[in-house]
């Protein structure tokens, strides 16, 4: 997850540009606002009004991904008839996920987002209660909720969890694990964490 509003959007999204076509396409960009003033306040960048300028850095970046000369005047960001190459593998540029579980996350993604990762939510009754929000927004806004992806992590996932999930229209479990510290280790690490997941899948 990329606390945008600490970054310069343009780098960013030459960045995310380049890992997507490294990736045949496959990148989805995860993004937040950033909770932590000190953090801010060691990088010079305003804590205040993080959320409009991430949704600005979003839109820049959607804005040089789509146009082969950009230009862009915003509050926070502005250029003029710039080129970024290379371009996203896709048309629509690349997906923006926005993280957090509050109400405003859940509005941010309504707004400009393309999908939700909800993170260290407490069970799948947590997850629910979300994504019945995220409903309602989407409704108060005339947004489409089936064309959101949406991802979760628990903060104690079973595998028994993952059919529930699916029914909510969760499109994917994250599982936040920690490795091992002895790299020899790694391999087997892995292969048992997959053994105890697979059997949840149909």
Known sequence: MLLLPEHNPVTVAKQAASLDRLSGGRLTLGVG???SREEFD?????????????AEYVAAMRTVWRDDVASFDGEFVGFDSIRLNPKPIRDRGIPIVVGGNSDAALRRVVAWGDGWYGFNLDGVAAVRERVQKLARLCAESGRDRDELRLAVALGNPRPGDISALAEL???ELILVEAPPHRPEVVADWVSALADHWMIALP
């Open 169 to 171: 229209g969760i499109d």
């Open 42 to 54: 060691a990088l010079g960048v305003p804590f205040e009004r993080r959320a409009a300028r991430t």
């Open 33 to 35: 606002i950033g909770w």
